[in-house]
């Protein structure tokens, strides 16, 4: 691993600090090969923007369409596994009184690696939910050709349990979030670039407090100025060395 050298303060506020929350975006899963959303498309699905395939609306017009995309996003995820920064994050959390990583991120990476006090604020791709009742699908009926497969209660096509563009929160994941931002005494905003509301007011959230804040992003967001520190790099470097400077071992 290269050695990055970090200010000391940076280095005493991570080693110094008790609670700490995390709020992580796509980035942090780039580096496992899953493409963030503002990024280029593959081939395949360039020729729709994310916020024409993940709202109730592109569902109710083409739901096969919908399903499938998550299909392919599903596959990515599942032949993907998580990185160096997950790894880091979950180490990092033997070192702290409390960590919460609050996630918009859909692919479970941050359990996967180890991380206990996770919040998904965007839902997880792995469960799935039918559109009209939210009964929740144990299992697939994959006797049905059927695509999207159907709820085997009420017949209603079955979607992923995903936040979509228009549809609100999690209400007991976004107040679990918010007080963990509250309460915390160093707060890092990792590979997200904080531009999608409300995940983004907790970002702003923490950097009113005036706790210690660190945002670790290889671009500049609009909240880059606002940080204590704005690390410019990929996570999956930024972190592991961080917890190295941090607890040399
Ligand atoms: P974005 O795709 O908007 O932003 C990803 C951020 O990760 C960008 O700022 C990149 O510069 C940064 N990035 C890229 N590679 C990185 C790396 N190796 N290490 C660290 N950072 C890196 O993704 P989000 O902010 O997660 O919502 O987007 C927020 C929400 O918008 C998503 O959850 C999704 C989306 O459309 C829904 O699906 C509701």
Redo the contacts with the bound molecule.
């Keep these: 691993m290269m050695a990055i050298s970090f200010p000391e303060s940076l280095v005493s506020a991570v080693r110094g600090a008790k609670k700490v929350a995390v709020m992580t ?4 899963s ?2 496992s090969g899953i493409p ?4 280029a498309q593959t081939v395949l699905w360039s020729r729709f923007r ?1 916020e024409e395939l ?1 709202t109730p609306e592109a569902f109710r017009r083409d739901p096969k369409r919908v399903w499938e995309w998550y299909q392919w996003r599903r596959s990515l995820i599942a032949n993907a596994r998580p990185n160096p ?1 997950h790894l880091a994050l979950a180490t990092m959390a033997n070192h702290w009184q409390k960590l919460t990583v609050i996630t ?2 859909i692919d479970g990476f941050h359990q996967l690696a180890g991380s206990r006090n996770v919040l998904e604020l ?1 839902g997880n791709i792995h469960r799935t939910k039918c559109f009209e009742n939210h009964h929740f699908a144990e299992k697939l009926d994959l006797t049905s050709d059927a695509i999207p497969p159907r709820c085997q209660q009420c017949q209603s096509p079955l979607r992923p349990d ?4 228009g549809e609100m929160l999690p209400q007991k994941e976004l107040s679990a979030a918010a007080e963990a931002v509250g309460a915390c005494d160093l707060f890092f905003s ?7 509301y409300p ?1 983004a007011d907790l970002v702003f959230a923490a950097i009113r407090r005036g706790v210690a804040t660190i945002e ?4 500049e ?1 609009p909240a880059s100025s606002s940080f204590s520190f704005s690390l410019r790099g ?3 470097e930024m972190l592991p060395s961080l917890l190295q400077a941090a607890w040399p071992q």
């Design positions: 975006g796509a980035g942090i780039a580096e963030t959303f503002r990024e994310p993940a920064g918009q991120n965007h995903v936040v979509w563009f990792i590979g997200t670039s904080s531009v999608v995940a670790i992003n290889p671009a967001t990929a996570a999956g």
